[in-house]
């Protein structure tokens, strides 16, 4: 190994890393993600439904007797326990007492029986979260009254409104009226923003924020080199063009969108088709896909009128978005599975346009917002009327054709029908002969219950076998090889006796055949280059039997000038002609009958096989299958389900949408849903309506916090009240309403956001703006960010030189059938890896890539001794520094300094400062002494080394 060759030192290696981890970057730790309220959605969504169904009757405050002293009905008496002692241990499974039980290893509960493995796994999964449990003080399932009228008074649910643009002392200072906003309540703080970010800084910022790579040195040069006034607009447009775009942006609705190519639970099957839905994704962003468009689509796609088959394409692949949840489908309690699957519709939708938590008002009213179960169940009806299972032991998600043009269509159908048409007639042919070969006595030996004399080979490689297969000589050891068959169920008489092969000019022309009988022995030579006379069989010629055991037939390779083939052995009674015997007359004339309607039904089944084989050459291209859902065929409203138990149906709810939101309608009149749709189409309207109070202003925050690393309103996932309330509310609604004015172009707000001076400033703060604003709630500078786990892969392998930047469509092996165990070996850009949810890349797991189970708008960002191990230890990363190492030889072969500053530039965007560059000559001077490790050795550590800094890694 590199690190193990004399002189070079490990130790060395550590010290030019402290002293890059020191240039001048800040150490980040662990952000304050929004755990604990996906922790609270979890338990709503798969905890508390089990304990209500299985746990409460015996553990509850209500329940007729209480068992063991237990209490589950509350937060308290869950951690406190019973008389056993405490039930869970938060955080340590192993230690947790409900998780025996429930696996039956201690206890047995619940005494009906156990629960399913998957329904252990997510009490497993919550204990290790912490068990986040939102019923503090809560004795049982009580009974909510929600005052809409006052929810509605809540800035999430309030109209989004017109709001005046600051008046600021200091007017020179903005650049946009997104700085007047921000400039205004720093100066009611009294406080000074940092100066803008130099250039170097800054157009390293945007490529990262906008593509997602770095820029290459010639980029960052003609950037510098650039004194216009509109160079930063200039290269923000360019940006914005680059089908790189599509490919950052994208990713970020993928997290949302809890995008996966495997179902996790159960066995986790495949997506094959997911990958449709993530190019879609790429798509929309770099066409700039108006929001609200895009949200139809992916609600309800399958409803939108199209203008041309590509559009339809697009919208019916968009649907996808339904289908994409993590689902268990061997789920045997088929109403159960439907609910979940219905159930995570619900949440993921809520959480992706609206950012609220819907899932908590599946068992009762919503615990902390103004959304009662009714809600739930009006979405439900809807979600109920769309069609997204198909039945069987093991369900499945709903395909259809993608659409394609309509004269491909049309040779496509035309090839089908004819198809079917052939494989038709071909079963009517099929059943017909075996109607008359009913008719006849036979017996048929397979070669499998032969006596073999020598190696056979067995086979099944030419089909329209007969039993199990055939069996072959191999064109081998000619003469000393037999096949016997000894009919020993045949009874006396005459019978033609048929041998059954397959033919092909590799065959034997004359393959001896004996027929051994009471009467004697009959040598019969085949030609097996030549069809048998009926396809499958070719008749030895007819033989008396007297059913003794010395009779047998026997299949010699003497002699034989290439394969030998042997199927099998029919025996067909025969009867003899007699003249003075009418029923003997009879059957013979039957039997001559009969085998000549067979002998006729073999050849039409041989030129039906013909002709198929004829057709499927002549085949158009095959449609390939999408993901997409249907409306359901009988829609209708849905049930509230008591308890949230599937099995416990309440009265039923009139399908709808959130009444707190719906500001413009009062909450008495119902929404107008024809009877013969789902409903999904007026949601989808409903969501993307200016009028909705929470959409534009979700996406416009989240656009804020990918821009800034921290939302206006922090919790983007969470607009409800236990959320966070926004630290500019004006500003977000200024936001929204221009998100909306402009069309709803993602491209538009962006440019806008990062054309601000706000966005442009420094990272750097001083000591009073930390003091006054310990989290830059005010952006009085722009925050010092980590790269998400795609762009630290991606940009190890740009600097390498071995990103491959074109756009790929399935990316799963042909040869796959499971996500275990997978290995990911291309280096094409990370959002084209695929996403497993039972397997990861081991980079995009260290580095904090969501949970693909979850729809997740904000990523945890963390800072952990894994992370400068895996960049110290991993043979990619090894890998890579060693092809930049050489590259950078082989373009500077005699100019040590020159190599140190193109190799900064390269990969952190900058030249060395004077102490990394004398701390670099130092290692390299030092490292390549006599006999010690290569110049490409020494190189690949230092470029390993610099990879390794925080300043890779971060963005200011």
Known sequence: MLRSEPGFSLKRVLVIIAVMMSSGAQVATAKDAPEKDRGIEFFEAKIRPVLIKHCYECHAADAKSIRGGLLLDTQAGTLTGGDSGASIVPGKPEESLLLESLRFESFEMPPAGKLAPEIIADFETWIKMGAPDPREGESKVVKQTIDLEQGREFWSFKPIAKQPVPQVTDADWSHTEIDRFIRARQEQQNLNPASVADRTSLVRRLYFDLIGLPPTPAQIDAFLNDNSSDAVANLVDELLASPHFGERWGRYWLDV??????????RSLLYNSAWRYRNYVIDAFNKDRPFDQFIKEQIAGDTLKSNDYRQQQEQLIATAFLLLGPTNYEQQDKEQLRMDVIDEQIQTVGRAFMAMTLGCARCHDHKFDPIPASDYYALAGIFRSTHVLTPGNVSGWTKRSLPVPAEQQKARDAYDQKLASLTSQQKKKQKQLKKLELQLNSIVLDDSAATLVGDWKESTFMKDYIGKGYIHDQHQAKGKKLVKFVPKKLKSGRYDVQLAYNSAESRASRVPVTIKTAKGKHTVYV??????????????????????????????NEGTDGFVIVDAIRFISAPVEAEKDTQQQAAVAHYKQTTLKITQTKKQLKQLKSEIA??????????PEIMSVYEGEEPGDYHLLIRGDVHNLGKKVP??????????????????????????HELADWIASPQNPLTARVYANRIWHHLFGSGLVRTVDNFGFRGETPSHPELLDHLALKLIDQGWSTKSLIREIVLSRTYQLASESTEKQRAADPDNRLLTHQNHRRLDAESIRDTILFVSGNLDLSQHEQTIRPDTKTEYGYVFQKHYRSIYIPVFRNRLHDLLAVFDFPDPNLSVGRRNTSTLSTQALYLMNNPFVMEQSQELASRLIKDYPADEPARIDALFRTTLGRLPGQTEKANATRFLRQSQTSGGPSETEVWSALCQTVIACIDFRYIK
């Open 655 to 680: 399908r709808g949408f959130i009444t707190v939101a719906q500001s413009d309608k009062p909450a008495d009149k119902p929404v107008s849903i024809p009877e013969t749709a789902s409903g999904r």
């Open 257 to 266: 969108a809890r995008y996966s190519q495997s179902t996790g639970g159960g």
């Open 527 to 556: 030609n097996q280059r030549v069809e048998p006379t009926d396809g499958a069989f070719s008749s030895l010629g007819q033989f008396e039997f007297t059913g003794t055991k010395d009779e047998e037939i026997i299949v010699s």
């Open 614 to 623: 004829q057709t499927k050459k002549s085949a158009p291209p095959q449609i």
